[in-house]
């Protein structure tokens, strides 16, 4: 039997299920957490979100040291917290963070928002956080991260996402509290006239701010805690964890694109009855959030691989080339077919004369052999 048809139609297959491969992987590709060239200094992450029609990217160089400073809080220390002081995670007077909450203030003064849309702006860049329990990301029941180490691993619970968002909640002007419904924690923001959902504590209005689902905005409650009660917990900054900046290195590692600056940076605007320390000599100078136009995934796969877009084409032509040539087989017949010689008919020599039956006498043609009168067998001719 033939065999070529099984292997061109396995190559036929490799070769779609590769150009499925190569047209999805730009799009499906996901952002990834790459560390700066000198690993010793900084870690490089990259943050998407999509508020107001636009998609923002921000990336982020976080000191390793200012991580390492973190990371050095025991974890013992962690789990015996509770949430009603949970102002020991607020890090309102980490300068690296108070840089970050400027580029933010900076960005949202921009774009024209107020100041509600600044901070359902801050919000929606929480929720871009990716998810993750603790138990799965840390190995620990309970493991409560310090903003820092939100933003250097890019993923975290509900108690992770909102210490990160409470901290630039006040660092944005705004006065904030915690939020604990059953199994579950998120932020109320200081209101006045807002729509939404709101609790009340100390005769002020707190509006519920979701952190871990993303598209909630201010006021916005999840389905499930709909006529749920909740605990509220005050935050108290007084009772932060305050790194030690000796321990904290501020170097630039490339002098030509310092991403600190020495010139000293204006102090934002801080919520009520927080006490913050002076800020230190050196104040990160960290970009801001960028919005990045939409455009269609074949313009960006054509505009960013060139020649990822020739190889994609050569490919669906020799993939259309297979299916749709005509098979053409390249051996010979094991047997020889030989065409039919036509036969030559054989003719014999008869005489011209008529031949006469000897018992009728009737006259016969020359080639007759019985007489076509009597019937009688003509033995000779006359």
Same mark, same amino acid.
């Not at 400027?102 to 107020?114: H, K, L, P, S």
């Not at 707190?206 to 709909?226: A, K, M, R, V, W």
């Given at each position: 039997?033939?065999?070529i ?13 590769a150009?499925?491969?190569?047209a ?16 010793t200094?900084y870690?490089?992450?990259d ?17 390793a ?33 108070q840089?970050l ?6 960005? %949202?003064?921009? #774009?024209?928002?107020?100041?509600y /849309?600044?901070?359902? &702006? ?5 929720? $871009?956080? !990716?998810y993750q ?5 840390t190995g620990?029941?309970d493991?409560?991260r ?6 250097y691993?890019n993923?975290?619970d ?14 944005l002007?705004f ?5 604990n419904p059953?199994?579950?924690l ?9 729509s939404?959902?709101?609790?009340s ?19 916005q ?13 005050p935050?108290? %900054?007084s009772? #932060?964890?305050?790194?030690?900046? /000796?321990?904290v290195? &501020?170097?630039a590692?490339?002098?030509? $694109?310092a !991403?600190y ?7 934002p605007?801080?919520?009520?009855n927080?006490?913050f ?8 100078a ?11 995934v074949?313009?960006?796969?054509i505009s960013?691989?060139p ?9 669906i ?6 299916v ?12 020889q077919?030989?065409?039919?010689t ?5 003719t ?7 031949k ?18 009597c019937?009688?067998k ?5």
């Amino acid at each position: 039997m033939n065999g070529i048809p099984i292997p061109r139609k396995l190559l036929t297959v490799a070769i779609i299920l590769a150009l499925a491969f190569l047209a999805c992987y730009p799009v499906i590709r996901p952002f990834a957490v790459v560390k700066a060239e000198d690993q010793t200094q900084y870690y490089t992450k990259d943050f998407s979100w999509n508020y107001g029609g636009e998609t923002w990217t921000w990336t982020l160089n976080i000191p390793a040291t200012l991580v390492d400073a973190y990371l050095a809080v025991p974890d013992s220390a962690r789990t015996q917290i509770p949430l009603s002081n949970f102002g020991y995670y607020v890090t309102t007077e980490d300068s690296y963070l108070q840089s970050l909450v400027q580029r933010i203030n900076q960005t %949202a003064t921009n #774009q024209g928002f107020n100041q509600y /849309q600044e901070e359902n &702006f801050a919000l929606a860049f929480v929720q $871009s956080i !990716p998810y993750q329990t603790d138990l799965n990301s840390t190995g620990y029941q309970d493991y409560p991260r310090f903003p820092v180490e939100t933003l250097y691993d890019n993923v975290g619970d509900c108690k992770s996402h909102s210490i990160l968002f409470a901290t630039l909640t006040l660092m944005l002007g705004f006065n904030a509290v915690f939020i604990n419904p059953p199994d579950h924690l998120a932020v109320g923001v200081l209101g006045d006239g807002l729509s939404g959902t709101y609790w009340s504590y100390d005769n002020q209005n707190y509006y519920y701010c979701e952190t871990t689902g993303e598209g909630f905005t201010i006021g916005q409650l999840p389905d499930q805690f709909n006529g749920v009660g909740a605990y509220v917990y005050p935050i108290d %900054a007084s009772q #932060q964890y305050v790194v030690n900046q /000796q321990s904290v290195s &501020f170097t630039a590692p490339d002098p030509t $694109s310092a !991403p600190y600056s020495s010139t000293p940076q204006s102090t934002p605007t801080f919520g009520p009855n927080t006490i913050f320390a002076p800020t230190p000599a050196y104040t990160p100078a960290v970009a801001g959030p960028t919005a990045i136009p939409v455009q269609p995934v074949s313009l960006n796969l054509i505009s960013q691989n060139p020649l990822l877009f020739v190889v994609i084409i050569v490919a669906i032509a020799i993939c259309v080339t297979l299916v749709i040539m005509p098979r053409r087989s390249s051996t010979k017949p094991v047997g020889q077919v030989i065409s039919p010689t036509p036969s030559t008919p054989v003719t014999e020599s008869v005489s011209d004369k008529p031949k006469f039956c000897v018992h009728c006498g009737t006259s016969n043609k020359p080639y007759a052999i019985y007489c076509g009168n009597c019937g009688q067998k003509i033995t000779e001719a006359s």
